[in-house]
């Protein structure tokens, strides 16, 4: 299933309190309906966007999973990668990533979820809760203003040496500016 979501605003607070819009459009995912089904979104209220994930796994997802984030900023009119990393939940606690980027996103994301970032992934439904970015975020300290493109996808290797079961694809461009206040 491909969703396409077309333009979205997100207000949050800078530490020095002058206001950061994020603009997302592009959102686009797909679930292999063979592990899961259900829908990820982004949503508002009171001029706040989150994003949010309401997703039930079928099946035990267990052995490898590799987790690549891909993060692009435009730099000069061309894009430079930031992130693009392979992650093995089922042997590295994404908290505990070497990459300031990634870690800093799943210590940010415990926060929203009701599952841990680690594999084996037990069959049952798997939430993320109105995910968003306060003043307090530390990304907002690693990540300058400019445009983005983010893709996150995840492969399940069953046993060592299978082919890669794609699980989900997430691809969003994003702009994140300082708006006047």
């Given at each position: 299933?491909?969703?396409?979501?077309?333009l979205f605003v997100l207000l949050v607070q800078l530490i020095?309190?002058?206001?950061?819009?994020?603009?997302?459009?592009?959102?686009?995912?797909?679930?292999?309906k063979d592990y899961m089904h259900g829908?990820?979104?982004i949503k508002s209220q009171n001029?706040?966007?989150?994003?949010?994930?309401?997703?039930?796994?079928?099946?035990?997802?267990?052995?490898?999973?590799?987790i690549t984030p891909h993060v692009q900023h435009l730099v000069k009119g061309e894009y430079h990668t930031?992130?693009?990393?392979d992650l093995d939940t089922c042997k590295v606690d994404p908290v505990m990533?070497?990459?300031?980027?990634?870690?800093?996103?799943?210590?940010?994301?415990?926060?929203f979820i009701n599952f841990s970032l680690?594999?084996?992934?037990?069959?049952?439904?798997y939430l993320l809760n109105d995910f968003t970015l306060d003043s307090e975020s530390p990304l907002l300290k690693l990540i300058p203003n400019g445009k983005y493109k983010m893709e996150l996808k995840a492969h399940h290797y069953p046993t060592p040496g299978s082919a890669p079961i794609m699980l989900f694809m997430?691809?969003?461009?994003?702009e994140l500016y300082a708006a006047a206040s």
């Open positions: 299933m491909l969703k396409r979501c077309v020095d309190k002058s206001v950061a819009v994020v603009r997302f459009e592009n959102l686009k995912y797909e679930l292999n829908n990820i979104f001029d706040k966007y989150s994003f949010g994930a309401d997703v039930e796994l079928a099946k035990k997802v267990e052995g490898s999973v590799i930031m992130v693009n990393i990533s070497e990459n300031a980027i990634v870690r800093t996103i799943a210590k940010e994301s415990t926060k680690m594999c084996p992934y037990n069959p049952g439904r997430y691809s969003v461009d994003f």
